[in-house]
């Protein structure tokens, strides 16, 4: 029952958020976001190859307490990561927004 509120708190701000998407997208965009700093870091962070590295790290850290198959804290990372990029592929094939280049 706890989790009620939070799921209700969480449909509203997607809500809010697909509102708000036609004014970021005209006002917010930058042409040249990879060409900075920052915009670099970014695109690296959503690097899967990072993500697992760093898991590994964590693994090694922990030494046998962290090699035990889906416990430590670095599989607990690395699966976050895929997953979550998994899911993030299969709903842009589900939903097929339109490209920011695309709208002309």
């Not at 590994?56 to 198959?69: E, I, K, S």
Request: charged share 20%.
């Amino acid at each position: 029952m706890k989790a009620l509120p939070f799921a209700g708190l969480a449909a509203i701000a997607v809500v809010i958020a697909h509102l708000l998407d036609p004014y970021a997208f005209r006002y917010l965009r930058l042409e040249d976001i990879y060409g900075r700093d920052w915009g670099r870091m970014l695109r690296v962070l959503g690097f899967l190859p990072l993500w697992l590295v760093a898991g590994a790290a964590l693994v090694l850290q922990d030494g046998d307490r962290g090699r035990r198959l889906l416990r430590g804290r670095g599989a607990l990372l690395a699966a976050g990561a895929t997953l979550g990029g998994l899911t993030a592929e299969v709903l842009k094939l589900v939903f097929r927004r339109l490209r920011p280049g695309e709208l002309g």
